[in-house]
């Protein structure tokens, strides 16, 4: 299979927290039990407080992505989290409740034109995370505004674009995209997946994408393109 026609495919496809949930959705009393939030910022570093508001003390500060535990959040936009063993704050505008991005510690095996393909990470790039497969390499961002993914020194594309909303819409190298779904459930060989996100595209193709795990399928006019067909541990 020719290289670029795989990885394009694979970007084309391809594009962690037990449920997903958009922002704006977050329940502002006190959670029952804690849950998983991502940095989102689009530069710099995110201040960590002592107390719910800018009058608090910095107590440190935390890169995108970094992934943090948030027990409860504020009717004034603050979360409470866990920082080096202690609980602090930060400003809940700049924490995600959901990621898509590939998990690094996992290799992927995907089944596309009926041959199986193994992916997994071997680190980063300029910023973005490398992953490596049979028949090349692909790189994968997330930030404050969607999930991307591209060819090292190349083009990239937006496989989500955030907040998630149903009907959400953006348009991608002249192909235009719709957020569908973001809570379906979704059955590929590799396992059951919930809170699945749909991606209909212009193009035809249907893309689903699993919290913590990323893509697990896509279909065209009916016919399965490309799926998740395992998920191990490296």
């Known amino acids: 299979m020719n290289k670029r026609i795989f990885i394009k495919s694979l970007i084309a496809f391809i594009l962690v927290l037990s449920a997903v949930l958009p922002f704006n959705g977050i329940s502002s009393k006190a959670a029952t039990a804690s849950k998983v939030g991502w940095v989102s910022i689009d530069s ?6 002592s107390g719910p508001g800018t009058s608090y003390k910095k107590v440190g500060s935390l890169k995108n992505n970094v992934s943090v535990t948030v027990y409860s959040q504020t009717k004034n936009g603050w979360s409470q989290i866990g920082y080096q063993k202690k609980k602090a704050y ?32 071997i680190g980063k790039h300029y910023g973005w995370d490398e992953w490596s497969s049979e028949d090349g390499s692909y790189i994968m961002k997330e930030d404050s505004k969607g999930l991307y993914i591209g060819w090292p020194q190349s083009d990239y594309f937006t496989e989500l674009s955030y907040p998630l909303k149903v009907g959400k819409q953006w348009a991608d190298w002249e192909i235009r995209k719709k957020i569908t ?38 279909v065209s006019n009916g016919m399965t393109m490309s799926e998740l067909t395992n998920l191990k541990k490296k």
């Open 181 to 218: 779904s973001i809570n379906g459930t979704l059955t590929t060989p590799a396992g059951t997946f919930k809170n699945v996100v749909t991606v209909k595209s212009s193009d035809g193709h249907t893309t689903y994408y699993a919290p913590n795990i990323g893509f697990i399928k896509s």
């Open 90 to 121: 930060v400003a809940s505008q700049h924490l995600r409740m959901y990621s898509f991005l590939q998990d690094k510690t996992k290799i992927y095996t995907y089944k596309s034109e009926g041959k199986y393909h193994k992916t997994q990470y």
């Open 44 to 49: 710099g570093s995110l201040t960590v407080r």
